[in-house]
Each structure stands twice: as structure tokens, then as C-alpha cells.
């Protein structure tokens, strides 16, 4: 990252989307300004710049040099292309990487997130009845395949280098214990590489926010 470079992450700790960035920044040592946004306030309620910038009105917001970018999974890509690190070392690892970020948003970053929200915060009942164990029957199908992914030895999803793909796939993760669910031996052991990566952090422990 060059010297003059300015980035600011707006996010949320309850976000897994928001984390994958953030983690991304944490262990690349990317220095960086946070700012919390509360999602409970109404979109047009959010502050400002935020509310200006953010195309969806979603979190995360990435601003670099003053160019805002928007989408958890094309701010990873974004960053590691700029940093040429974390897989965008190599036209053919970003390749890589962007593929399995888009499966990530498709699979897991679909059914983790939905299924940990259907336990932890559906106060109205929307995930009653048949909702909520269809996405655990697509979330126990998505922990198999990474499981199987991992049936190599490979020490994180792409190789055995940390990239954007493990900082993407693990946004949800650290809350199993919100979507009361276990992961299986070499996930858990993946997850526990990456928590061992300095400057990890858990998704509460982004800038001191605190959870709801």
C-alpha cells in the first residue's frame, strides 16, 4: 500500500461482510480509519458522508483515496489487486480468488449469514416453519464441501498462503456459537490458522463497537 494512500472503512460488527474487509486490512497491516454505522437507523437516517457514498446503502463501504467501493466480496478483490497480495499476487491466483468469491457469495456468505440471523435476531417469526431449516439443510451442504476442499492437507482454501478467499468464506464463522452450529475437524482447524494469523480479530473486537 503506498504511503499517501487514505482508506476509510465504514461497517457494521454485526456484519460478517463488514468483517471479511476489515480482517482483510487487520492482517495485511493496511493502516485505516473506522467508523461504525448503526444499521438499526433507517437508510436515509445513516450519517453523512456514508449515506452519499454507499451505492446500496449497505455496509461495507470502502473509500481509497476518494474513490468509495461497495460489495464485501469486490472490495477484496479491489484490495488485494491494489496490494498485489493476499492472492492478487498473480493474474492467474486472482483468477482463482475471484471465483471463489463468487461461489462464497452465492453458498456460504447466503446460507451462514441467513441462518445465523434466523437464530439470533428474527423476533418476528420470518424464519418459522419451513425458512430456517432450509437454509441449515444449504448451510450443511456448503460445510461439506469446504470440508471436502480441505481433504488435501492444504493449510487455507486456496493454497497454503492466506488470500482473500479465507477472509471472505470466514465473515460468518466465528459466530457458530449464534447459529448453535459446530464445524467439522479440518474446518475448525482452518478457522483456528486463521485466527492464529497476527492481527486477527474477532468481529467484536472491530474498533471496540459493541454488539446488539
Known amino acids: 500500500m503506498a504511503a499517501q494512500d ?20 487487520e492482517v495485511a497491516r493496511v493502516p485505516h480509519a473506522y467508523e ?10 445513516r450519517p453523512e ?33 491494489h496490494l498485489q497480495a493476499f492472492g492478487g499476487e498473480t493474474k492467474q491466483r486472482l483468477d482463482k480468488v475471484r471465483e471463489w ?21 428474527d423476533d418476528n417469526g420470518n424464519y418459522a ?3 430456517l431449516p432450509w437454509f441449515r439443510n444449504r448451510l450443511t451442504a456448503d460445510l461439506e464441501r ?8 492444504r493449510a487455507f482454501l486456496l493454497d497454503d498462503q ?13 459466530w457458530a456459537d449464534q447459529a448453535h452450529i459446530s464445524f467439522p475437524p479440518r474446518m475448525q482447524a482452518w478457522l483456528d490458522r486463521i485466527a492464529a ?14 454488539p446488539w
Request: glycine share 10%; proline share 5%.
Open 6 to 25: 487514505q482508506i476509510k472503512l465504514y461497517g457494521n460488527c454485526e456484519s460478517g461482510h463488514s468483517y471479511k474487509v476489515k480482517l482483510f486490512l
Open 36 to 45: 461504525e454505522i448503526d444499521l438499526r437507523l433507517a437508510r436515509d437516517a
Open 49 to 81: 458522508p456514508f449515506r452519499s457514498l454507499a451505492k446500496y446503502g449497505e455496509v461495507p463501504l470502502l473509500v481509497h483515496n476518494g474513490t468509495p467501493y461497495v460489495q464485501s466480496n469486490a472490495i477484496l478483490l479491489h484490495l488485494a489487486e
Open 101 to 121: 468469491l463468487f461461489w462464497e457469495a452465492n453458498r456460504i456468505g447466503f446460507s451462514m449469514a441467513h441462518y445465523r440471523y434466523g437464530q439470533k435476531f
Open 129 to 131: 416453519g419451513t425458512v
Open 146 to 153: 469446504l470440508e471436502d476442499e480441505l481433504s488435501d492437507g
Open 162 to 174: 492466506p488470500s482473500a478467499v479465507d477472509f471472505s468464506i470466514c465473515g460468518y464463522m466465528y
Open 197 to 210: 494469523l497476527p492481527g486477527w480479530r474477532h468481529p467484536y473486537q472491530m474498533e471496540g463497537a459493541d
